[in-house]
């Protein structure tokens, strides 16, 4: 016996389809240009280390993260800890080429690090400005989550707050943000409303390893204020007295005869430095 067909078959399935060439809203044509106006400056970032492992010996390791470009001549801001410890680093254009790229500077202490490739008509994009953000303002993240190249997402900025990255650093007025931000978008763009970088995406709060509506990123302004140490001396100079001291304790203070019992006492003046030229 065969199951009784009570419907039968139609002759064709009528359907019920959208009127074509709806116009996109005002927030949807936005959305579009941001990408458009900066998906070519953003790159995956490939970097290679060697790790030893006690019963394999050296054990090949491989991570992804983002990046993008400054200027024409090649130079991408991404975050330090993408490129840490790298034996070889591979830039990804969102053309697919792919360059070989050479650390120019890093600074851990700010998780920020310049590479460069050498490739012909680079697009730079622009750096905005990351001083007076509003909470509630629009922003965008454009990177590779999970190695999937060219991933925008959106959200607001949810809080302006100092943050400490695993490695113990802290970011100083990190950019706290609900768009998503997963493995693989470490330092890549954080963009307002207009395009503009105000931030470096740098690292997400989350249980699972994924996003949970909360990342980082690093204030543009910080990477503006090192960028030319980086890329013309490779590294960030900082102020720095030129002393050595030891703290002052009431102990000390009455073995010394000193006339505080708190504060530095200065032991040694480094020649050449600033307590140096001031006559310390």
């Given at each position: 016996?065969?199951?009784?067909?009570?419907?039968?078959?139609?002759?064709?399935?009528?359907?019920?389809?959208?009127?074509?060439?709806?116009?996109l809203?005002?927030?949807?044509?936005?959305?579009?240009?941001?990408?458009?106006?900066?998906?070519?400056?953003v790159?995956?970032?490939?970097?290679?280390?060697?790790?030893?492992?006690?019963?394999?010996?050296?054990?090949?390791?491989?991570?992804?993260?983002?990046?993008f470009i400054?200027?024409?001549?090649?130079?991408?801001?991404?975050?330090?800890?993408?490129?840490?410890?790298?034996?070889?680093?591979?830039?990804?254009?969102?053309?697919?080429?792919?360059?070989?790229?050479?650390?120019?500077?890093?600074?851990?202490?700010?998780?920020?690090?310049?590479?460069?490739?050498?490739?012909?008509?680079?697009?730079?994009?622009?750096?905005?400005?990351?001083?007076?953000?509003?909470?509630?303002?629009?922003?965008?993240?454009?990177?590779?989550?999970?190695?999937?190249?060219?991933?925008?997402?959106?959200?607001?900025?949810s809080?302006?707050?100092?943050?400490?990255?695993?490695?113990?650093?802290?970011?100083?007025?990190?950019?706290?943000?609900?768009?998503?931000?997963?493995?693989?978008?470490?330092?890549?763009?954080?963009?307002?409303?207009?395009?503009?970088?105000?931030?470096?995406?740098?690292?997400i709060?989350?249980?699972?390893?994924?996003?949970?509506?909360?990342?980082?990123?690093?204030?543009?302004?910080?990477?503006?204020?090192?960028?030319?140490d980086?890329?013309?001396?490779?590294?960030?100079?900082?102020?720095?007295?030129?002393?050595?001291?030891?703290?002052?304790?009431?102990?000390?203070?009455?073995?010394?005869?000193?006339?505080?019992?708190?504060?530095?006492?200065?032991?040694?003046?480094?020649?050449g430095?600033?307590?140096?030229?001031?006559?310390?």
């Amino acid at each position: 016996m065969h199951p009784t067909n009570w419907f039968g078959r139609p002759s064709k399935v009528e359907i019920t389809e959208a009127a074509g060439g709806a116009p996109l809203d005002n927030e949807e044509q936005n959305n579009i240009s941001v990408y458009h106006k900066n998906i070519d400056s953003v790159v995956n970032i490939t970097s290679r280390a060697v790790a030893f492992d006690f019963f394999y010996g050296l054990v090949p390791q491989e991570g992804q993260g983002s990046g993008f470009i400054i200027d024409k001549e090649g130079h991408v801001l991404t975050n330090y800890h993408v490129i840490a410890d790298a034996r070889q680093v591979e830039v990804t254009l969102h053309n697919r080429k792919k360059y070989r790229a050479t650390v120019v500077g890093n600074d851990r202490s700010h998780d920020l690090a310049v590479i460069q490739i050498k490739a012909p008509d680079l697009t730079p994009m622009v750096l905005g400005d990351s001083r007076n953000l509003q909470i509630g303002q629009k922003v965008y993240a454009i990177g590779n989550p999970f190695g999937l190249s060219g991933t925008l997402t959106n959200g607001i900025v949810s809080s302006i707050r100092s943050v400490q990255e695993p490695d113990g650093m802290t970011i100083d007025e990190a950019i706290q943000t609900d768009a998503a931000i997963n493995p693989g978008n470490s330092g890549g763009p954080l963009l307002n409303w207009h395009g503009e970088v105000i931030g470096i995406n740098t690292l997400i709060a989350s249980s699972v390893g994924q996003s949970a509506g909360i990342g980082f990123a690093i204030p543009i302004n910080t990477a503006k204020a090192v960028l030319n140490d980086l890329v013309t001396l490779g590294r960030v100079r900082r102020p720095a007295l030129g002393v050595r001291t030891i703290p002052i304790t009431p102990e000390l203070a009455d073995q010394m005869g000193l006339a505080a019992d708190s504060g530095l006492l200065i032991v040694q003046v480094l020649p050449g430095g600033a307590a140096e030229h001031a006559g310390l």
